[in-house]
């Protein structure tokens, strides 16, 4: 449960108790974020489509003792969305307190060069999976222990807002069409 106060960081902030999700946590700003929540104390649970990847930074952030827990799975892939929340599930006794749609792809090629599978992919990794992602949360995060509920945090970017040269489909994306 996340409680404010006065004094340090530690004393100022809790995430004692409380579980999260992250997806795409082996780097960028997934891995900053799971660092920080489990920073706070949350236990989080993290993926990534390498395994290479994620198996190295479960070593780092156990040498840090963050309580992270990994596992690999391609949000590009429906059922394997769906195996991760099941892990999720049963890693965090069927309660989840913040859900955090971080995993994405980014390429800068023109709309008339993209191909079908292209345009399906980028639409399926940065925003179907944000959408089955917290549909399959919901039942999880009912039982959030956070005062208040549970959270979904989408990611988005500069990109939605303003449109690249190259990074048409990827605006669509992120919110600009």
Not at 139 to 155: D, F, Y
Request: hydrophobic share 40%; proline share 1%.
């Amino acid at each position: 449960m996340a409680v404010a106060g006065c004094g340090s960081r530690e004393e100022r902030w809790s995430l004692a108790g409380a579980t999260a999700l992250v997806t795409g946590g082996s780097k960028g700003i997934g891995h900053a974020i799971v660092e920080e929540l489990a920073g706070f104390g949350a236990r989080v649970h993290t993926c990534s489509r390498n395994a290479a990847e994620l198996e190295e930074c479960r070593r780092l952030w156990e040498e840090k003792n963050l309580r992270v827990t990994v596992s690999v799975c391609d949000v590009l892939v429906r059922a394997q969305r769906e195996k991760l929340m099941e892990t999720v599930r049963q890693t965090f006794d069927g309660k989840l307190d913040i859900l955090v749609n971080n995993a994405g792809q980014f390429w800068f090629k023109p709309a008339d060069e993209c191909t079908a599978e292209d345009f399906s992919n980028l639409m399926t990794t940065n925003l179907e999976a944000s959408f089955h992602l917290s549909q399959l949360a919901r039942p999880l995060l009912i039982h959030a222990s956070i005062a208040g509920g549970g959270s979904i945090i989408n990611m988005s970017s500069i990109g939605g807002s303003i449109a690249f040269v190259g990074s048409t489909i990827y605006a669509i994306t992120k919110g600009t069409a």
